[in-house]
């Protein structure tokens, strides 16, 4: 069974854009990815390249 086509067919991911990025950039991008809603790091980078909102969570340790 197939799945059903989208509603919006302009929110669908069909490029894919491939880069490199050096340890620190990347340890950047991961510890944001890990404190926010975005689920890898390259959703991060695609919030960023579309700049969209990122929505970091902090837990108050007092």
């Known amino acids: 069974m197939p799945r059903k086509k ?3 067919p ?3 991911l069909t490029h894919f854009v491939r880069t490199r ?11 944001i990815s890990r404190n926010s809603d975005c689920h890898s790091v390259g ?7 579309s700049q969209e ?4 969570f902090y ?3 007092t």
Not at 44 to 49: D, E, F, G, M, S
Not at 53 to 56: E, G, R
């Open 10 to 12: 302009e929110t669908i």
């Open 53 to 56: 909102k990122i929505t970091l």
């Open 6 to 8: 989208s509603i919006n």
């Open 43 to 49: 959703g991060v980078a695609r919030k960023i390249l």
């Open 59 to 61: 837990k108050d340790m």
């Open 21 to 31: 990025v050096t340890e620190k950039v990347y340890l950047r991008l991961d510890k």
